[in-house]
């Protein structure tokens, strides 16, 4: 990413020329470490950083965040020359407001110095482990659960060489934890995962049990360590060199490091932290002892949404999230899909009301500062679809209920994997399973009963419930021909 570079590069010593506003509640250096963070990316800094800086401004506590980067040096670089400084942008159409973060206490690149990282699992002051990996990270099968076959995780597993995985790293530090009896851990999933927490765990019994030479870890493991789950929310648009330049304008001195996000941001997080946590709430989190029905609540009336908007926006050749919610009756459409289906298909939080909720929802993906883009959240659908809107579909149709809005987002999103826009331009398909998908499509001859029955068939991706029920394969067919006969503002317009 080019950019040009001011001579004067955010750092400590440039606090004082800071904008009094702008400047971090904590300074780095001045709270030892008790968190170690494992993945160095926007979301983490714009989230979790920003939860936990408020929340030892509030209440204290030795909870300084060591950040560790899985793959690429260049954010660690960019971090070390300024004394692990950054900054988080919040974009709204009424404006930008910047602040500077200093909840990190320091930064690690893995691949360079993993007994470093190792080392500070191992550390007694560290208390809290938190991830943002991403879902490939976590080495477990999508459908089986079960960790995949993989010769790094295996070599991990075996030991005798410095681990290259995640799980390998949490394994190892784990067992040099438990060797040096310091004490229970809570290891945190913050990655926008259904049930991240149970997902963590299964990766780390599962690690632990078919490690080489590690004895009595596995009982260690299960007296000393938890996952509590956890619901994140925020969004968080890639960095470009637009905003290192607003950064620059805001702060007066250049940030490589910087991140923007949109205002909103909420942290759901199971209480279940052994040896103390820092006082999140303080900071606006809400604790719980379920974060289920918060991960229900998101995944279904924001998630689901979101991809609705993203293959309908991409079809009628909208750019952006923000764009998508002009065309016309789109926003009506995305109001019944709420209120019809997503409302009746689960129990919500306590107090949380899920037409409130999605109102909220639409106000957010409405704001025009956030660019995000209808290609990059129409990816990996295959991924995303099951707990977005397919289980929102087999919830409603076991209680006797029409689930005919969930369905056009199904059948928006099989228009959108034939490849092309509505004016004929083609769109890019990607995602992990778009060749059993695209031979599917050919398959069922492309008419919209085939691509239905052919792509129902696909039971890594459709639940077997849903594939089978004739009603939801019928409002399936009949949106899908709706949209490749008439196109998506047509579709909407006469949607009733």
């Not at 954010?75 to 400084?85: F, G, K, S």
């Not at 530090?173 to 809570?186: I, M, Q, S, T, Y």
């Not at 990996?380 to 969930?406: E, F, M, N």
């Not at 890594?460 to 949106?479: F, G, K, L, S, Y």
Request: hydrophobic share 45%; glycine share 10%; charged share 20%.
């Amino acid at each position: 990413m080019a950019v040009t570079v001011n001579t004067s590069r955010l750092g400590l010593g440039m606090l004082r020329r800071l904008p009094a506003e702008a400047r971090p509640l904590v300074r780095p250096g001045t709270v030892p470490t008790g968190i170690v963070h494992l993945g160095l990316g926007a979301f983490h800094r714009a989230h979790q950083a920003v939860y936990t800086e408020a929340a030892i401004g509030a209440a204290g506590g030795d909870w300084g965040i060591v950040a560790v980067a899985p793959r690429s040096t260049a954010m660690v670089e960019a971090l070390t020359a300024q004394d692990n400084l950054f900054s988080v942008s919040a974009l709204s159409a009424a404006g930008t407001s910047t602040r500077v973060v200093g909840a990190l206490s320091g930064v690690r690149h893995a691949p360079s110095d993993p007994d470093a990282v190792v080392a500070l699992l191992a550390d007694p002051a560290v208390r809290v482990v938190t991830l943002t990996v991403t879902e490939k990270a976590y080495q477990l099968d999508p459908v089986t659960g079960q960790l995949s076959p993989d010769a790094a995780l295996a070599a991990d597993l075996a030991g005798g060489q410095p681990p290259s995985t995640v799980p390998g790293l949490l394994l190892r530090g784990l067992a040099a934890r438990a060797a040096a009896d310091a004490g229970p851990v809570a290891l945190v999933s913050c990655d926008n995962l259904p049930a991240n927490g149970r997902r963590l765990r299964g990766m780390l019994d599962q690690t632990v049990s078919r490690a080489v030479g590690v004895p009595g870890l596995v009982e260690w493991v299960t007296a000393n360590v938890t996952c509590p789950g956890t619901m994140v929310d925020r969004i968080v648009p890639a960095t470009t060199p637009e905003t290192i330049e607003a950064a620059r304008r805001a702060l007066g001195v250049t940030d490589l490091a910087a991140v923007a996000a949109e205002p909103y941001a909420q942290w759901v997080i199971e209480d279940d932290f052994p040896a103390g946590r820092p006082g999140w709430e303080h900071a606006g989190a809400v604790l719980t002892a379920d974060a289920g029905p918060w991960e229900r609540l998101k995944l279904r009336s924001l998630n689901g949404v979101h991809s609705a908007a993203a293959y309908l926006g991409a079809l009628a050749g909208r750019e952006t999230i923000a764009d998508a919610l002009e065309i016309p009756h789109l926003t009506d459409v995305l109001r019944r899909l709420i209120a019809e289906d997503v409302a009746a298909s689960f129990t919500p939080p306590d107090g949380v009301r899920v037409v409130d909720y999605g109102e909220q929802v639409l106000a957010r993906f409405g704001n025009p500062a956030i660019r995000h883009r209808t290609l990059q959240v129409a990816m990996d659908g295959s991924q995303k679809l099951p707990q977005r809107v397919l289980h929102t579909i087999a919830d409603l149709r076991a209680a006797g209920r029409s689930a005919r809005w969930g369905a056009l987002v199904v059948a928006s999103w099989l228009r959108f994997a034939l490849g092309y826009a509505d004016d004929g331009r083609p769109l890019p398909f990607q995602d992990p399973l778009a060749g059993p998908i695209r031979a599917a499509l050919a398959a069922g001859a492309q008419t919209p009963e085939g691509a239905v029955d052919a792509v129902f068939a696909l039971r890594e991706m459709i639940p077997v419930e849903v594939a089978e029920d004739d009603e939801v394969r019928a409002d399936v067919i009949t949106w899908l021909t709706a949209l490749q006969r008439h196109g998506v503002e047509a579709t909407l317009a006469g949607a009733r």
